[in-house]
């Protein structure tokens, strides 16, 4: 079976200095590849030059984290251009965050639309960070109809996904969360179509059970495609097989 891990964080510190020993469990766990996406200007060269290291196994995206939005978002942007010349897979994580407060939400908004501009003009898919704020994602949204793109850690409503397929061509990342007890994304998961899921970790967060409370790692995802597993009612080598066909379609990976 292989599996692709459609968004980690392996330049995150908490991997600082076993970065090769990372790659090396995810591969023997079945995990071939691994999406690196964007956060700031802060993070961005520590992840552009892990992905240098690892081509064709650790791809980038580009983006300015929702967190990371505040009056100077302008600036960001600036600098996130300076990386424009660069081949991604998608423009992410970017969205919007209200779970910390809504002192920014106005820059967050606009910081989102003008992303989302220019991920269509670029042609490249986007990946979705949404925290406590799916009715202004969509009406955001409404203005950017046709995109295609992933919800990144996705804790939305069935119904909710329902509106935003509406509105482009969109996937549900499914992570750790749905192996929790009575997680609501299980219902979730039970419901949406499989060719619209993709897997993730988000390491070093969201770790799944058996190993929550520690750091994850990429190494776990068959451990959450055992979860959807069993949620669909399928067996574990289908959801390896229709997930990671379904990231190499959205995100252009072609290489497995």
Known sequence: MTFIDTHCHISDGAFAGEEDAYIQRAHEAGVEIMLQPDVDSLERDAMFALTDRHPGVLFPMLGLYPGSVDGNWKEEIDRMLEYSDRKVVAIGEIGLDYYYGKEFEKEQREALH????????????????????????????????????????????????????????????????????????????????????????????????????????????????????????????????VTTANARELFGIRNI
Not at 138 to 159: P, Q
Not at 204 to 218: A, F, H, K
């Open 114 to 241: 003008w992303q989302l501009d220019y991920a269509k003009e670029r042609d490249l898919p986007v990946n979705i960070h949404l925290r406590d704020a799916m009715g202004d994602f969509l009406d955001i949204l409404k203005s950017h109809k046709g995109l295609r793109g992933n919800m990144h850690a996705y804790s939305g409503s069935y119904e909710s996904f329902l509106e935003i397929q509406k509105l482009g061509d969109w996937r549900v990342g499914v992570g750790g969360v749905v192996t929790f007890k009575k997680a609501s994304l299980a219902e979730v998961v039970r419901k949406v179509p499989l060719e619209r899921i993709v897997l993730e970790t988000d390491a070093p967060y969201l770790t799944p059970v058996p190993y929550r409370g520690r750091r994850n790692e990429s190494s776990y995802i068959p451990y959450i495609a055992d979860k959807v597993a069993e949620l669909k009612e399928v067996s574990v080598e289908e959801v390896a097989e």
